[in-house]
């Protein structure tokens, strides 16, 4: 069975994305202390990363730091600066050379999950990863050879894994395209608002080659790109409808859109089934909570909200409240979505 990569993507920023990653992993590893898990933060910011290594309150920058410092560089960048000499072969390495278990850093993260950490890096990278993606060299594929550069990683320890998550940044960039290509499924959060549902309409555009403004765009289309050399495409697996307010559903001022938003999923899912993971628009349409202050701590902390206590904690050296009503609140949604993947993976 292949092992299944869930990547978290929007090409539009500020939908929760990270932070959604961030409580569903950790909460799939909660609740599967058997299975191993990794994590591909493939993100130049890297807030992934910093959260699992302790976040703000217990110094998970300075974690972060520290790994990028180790020889060779422990990151997605620092794996990517190895392949840059050899871009369309992988050359002999240990992956594990690059990962780091973030348990050792942050006691509240479960010790099945294991990290590729972001790295700034990514952003210095990406010219010269473009570049040698569009080098023309007779007898070789060299955007194949790009694309793949995740899937070398994985390769060799792919047995030692159950499933990957990865976080990518918004934007269609060249490593943004690595995740996407690595991956099986796509989870695609989005927020309550026009601009929310014309990104949607563009990630499928991006991923699928759906609806492009001309034809001319069609050779260079990244699905056509795939399709070329019998690569997979990942298909459409959950539409988180993030920020959604605590007890009253969706907030009447954003009932219209989110109900289009539906909509627009529905008349795609009815034109386009083979791009979906799911036949009904309930099966992958699921509403998120608002974790408000009790997502805010949460993060700071670098504690996933099952582990996080409810009452006045120290946040930076302030006290902020959590109200336990909240918090539950907040860990039934994540559980519900878990819950949902672990009967589909």
């Known amino acids: 069975m292949k092992l299944e990569r869930v990547i978290f993507w929007n090409n539009k920023g500020g939908t929760g994305k990270t932070t959604l990653a ?19 933060d493939v993100c130049p910011q890297a807030n992934l990363s910093e959260l699992l290594l302790g976040g703000l309150n ?42 780091t278990k973030p348990n050792q850093y ?41 694309i793949n550069w995740l899937n070398d990683f994985i390769q060799p320890i792919e047995d030692a894994y159950d499933i990957v998550f990865l976080d990518a940044n918004p934007s269609f960039s060249m490593y943004t395209q690595i995740a996407l290509a690595t991956s099986t499924k796509v989870v695609l959060p989005v927020m309550a608002d026009d601009s929310s549902r014309r990104a949607i309409q563009n990630a499928f555009s991006l991923i699928y080659g759906l609806k492009l403004p001309s034809e001319i765009y069609s050779k260079y289309a990244f699905a056509e790109k795939l399709k070329e050399v019998n690569m997979p495409l990942p298909k459409v697996y ?9 007890y009253m559903g969706a907030a009447s001022a954003y009932a219209t859109v989110l109900q289009q938003i539906d909509k627009d999923m529905l008349s795609l899912l009815e034109a386009y089934p083979n791009i979906f993971d799911f036949l009904h628009i309930d099966d992958g349409i699921i509403n998120v909570r608002d974790f ?32 336990e009503e ?9 559980e519900m979505i878990v819950s949902k993947m672990n009967k589909a993976l």
Not at 63 to 90: C, D, E, H, K, W
């Open 22 to 40: 961030f409580q569903i992993l950790n909460e799939y590893a909660y609740q599967n202390k058997g299975k191993k898990i990794l994590v591909i």
């Open 58 to 99: 217990q110094g998970g920058s300075n974690v972060l730091l520290m790994r990028q410092g180790a020889n060779p560089r422990a990151t997605i960048g620092g794996y990517f600066q190895m392949r840059l000499p050899s871009p369309y072969s992988a050359p002999s390495f240990n992956p594990r050379d690059y990962l």
């Open 106 to 146: 942050n006691q509240y993260i479960e010790n099945n999950i294991d990290l590729l950490c972001g790295d700034a890096m990514l952003e210095l990278q990406s010219n010269a990863i473009s570049t040698l993606a569009n080098n023309q060299i007779p007898g070789t594929n060299t955007w194949v050879s790009i």
């Open 238 to 246: 959950m539409i988180l409808k993030n920020r959604l307010t605590q």
């Open 292 to 323: 408000q202050t009790t997502g805010v701590v949460s993060s700071a902390r670098g504690c996933p909200l099952q582990k996080l206590r409810a009452g006045r904690l120290d946040l930076m050296g302030k006290r902020v409240a959590v109200k």
């Open 326 to 334: 909240y918090r539950l609140n907040c860990v039934d949604n994540i």
